[in-house]
């Protein structure tokens, strides 16, 4: 159902079915959906093991479905009033969160049924869900059974109770739900051991909810010194990227670290960075460099390197 906040939002509110939805002009696109809470133990300086503790509330997929504003528009979407949608979920908590219009006007925004090739699965939102690239995965809406236009934010529980950022000061983030750019490397990562010294070859992955991904620099020093790594395949906008650069061992402790650098001169910070601007309460949105010791046992674990 989509429906707008007054009678006068929508000139003609309209209830699809899914046969309707999937005869719609669709597309197909990559993209990543993370957790806004992926990697945040690391707030308070809480050491997880390994990296699918740290940084694995993650994955990328290719969703296919309508973009969002064909929708809105086939409704008669007054545009000039217009400025926000409310998702609604049918699941039993009923999520509901507010999309700002300016990631809808892209035609990013897209109701999906389609998930690598094949029908939505129950688990990921069966028939529809909303895909918004770049943005935390709690918007991403799965059961979606309900868009409205509206005039302004509609705060939703989700929206002013969790999801929200702590400030110093007492002051916090509102509706902060883009996932700025970010790396790690999972080999090597913590919980792993490098047998002897020599080669390696060490990978990783970088993203952001900007767009592509321009570089990745890689440090084995604790950032002393930088190496530029090379991107494997094409880099596509919001969406995973691989990277790897040689490397080889001299079998004392190392300090083993990427850098993420994306489209729009966005450079992934360092904790202190982090720390000074947004304070150290908070569990969302942590893009902070991630640092793994190499001790001459070969023993990888993960460390914080202010």
């Not at 400025?83 to 035609?107: H, K, N, Q």
Request: hydrophobic share 35%.
């Amino acid at each position: 159902m989509v429906n707008g906040s007054d009678e006068k939002m929508l000139r003609k509110p309209m209830v699809f079915t899914l046969d309707e939805i999937m005869r719609l002009p669709s597309v197909s696109r990559f993209h990543f959906i993370e957790c806004g809470a992926n990697t945040g133990m690391e707030w308070g300086n809480v050491a997880v093991p390994t990296c699918q503790y740290s940084h694995g509330m993650i994955s990328c997929s290719e969703f296919t479905g309508v973009p969002l504003k064909i929708l809105l528009d086939l409704c008669g979407a007054d545009w000039k009033r217009g400025r926000f949608v409310l998702a609604e979920g049918a699941d039993g908590s009923s999520m509901t969160r507010t999309i700002p219009r300016s990631l809808i006007d892209s035609g990013e925004v897209l109701v999906a049924y389609g998930q690598n090739g094949e029908m939505l699965r129950p688990e990921n939102g069966y028939p529809l869900r909303l895909v918004v690239p770049g943005v935390q995965g709690v918007s991403w809406v799965k059961y979606l059974r309900r868009i409205e236009l509206g005039d302004q934010p509609y705060g939703a529980k989700d929206e002013v109770i969790h999801y929200i950022d702590l400030m110093p000061g007492g002051l916090h983030r509102q509706y902060s739900s883009l996932q700025e750019v970010k790396s790690v490397v999972t080999t090597p990562s913590g919980g792993q051991v490098l047998l002897d010294k020599g080669y390696y070859n060490v990978s990783g992955l970088a993203w952001s909810g900007r767009g592509k991904v321009k570089k990745v620099d890689v440090s084995v020093d604790g950032g002393r010194n930088w190496r530029q790594a090379r991107l494997e395949g094409m880099a596509m906008s919001k969406c995973l990227t691989r990277f790897n650069i040689d490397w080889t061992w001299d079998g004392k402790p190392a300090l083993v670290m990427s850098r993420a650098t994306d489209e729009t001169g966005h450079v992934q910070s360092n904790y202190s960075q982090l720390r000074a601007v947004r304070g150290s309460r908070s569990i969302y949105h942590n893009n902070a460099i991630q640092t793994w010791l190499v001790e001459e046992s070969g023993e990888v674990r993960n460390v914080q390197l202010a």
